[in-house]
């Protein structure tokens, strides 16, 4: 059962919590790591991981866990104030058959807009990071700014 599986260290938010990977940062501080995701579904998708190792939502700490809806939630006001979006979609997937695809917990911040179109899940395109960075510096404007 894949929810009950052991965590492997070289999934790519590991690598990118060790440095090894290029983000597009949004925030981080001694528990939490936010960034832009690579293959947006939606413009501003954005990623929000514990440093904390777990694979999926009920493998971790309930601790850690509500430090990090804390901080999804911070950050989703943020980007309200960024991209004005319509309505913010917070998605989180639990084993691959249920959509998984990295496992390391993560909650997933969609800003949409009405009549645009979200793209599925994983069939995003991957995204120029220099508008990557460019979507974070204003996320991270609408953060430190209120
Ligand atoms: P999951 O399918 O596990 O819920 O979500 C994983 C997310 O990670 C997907 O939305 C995918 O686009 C994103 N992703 C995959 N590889 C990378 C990467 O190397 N960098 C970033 N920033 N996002 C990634």
Redesign the pocket.
Known sequence: MSLSGTYDPSN?FAK?LAGN?P??QVYEDDRVLS?????P?TRG?T?VIPKARSRNLFDTDPEELANLIKKTQMIGRAIETAFSPDGIVI???NGAPA?????HL?F?ILPRYSGDEMAK??S?QMADMEELNTQAALIQAALYNN
């Open positions: 790519i990118i990977i983000c597009a960034f832009m995701d690579a293959f579904q998708h990623l998605t989180q997937f959509g998984q695809t990295v496992f993560h997933h899940h994983t995003g």
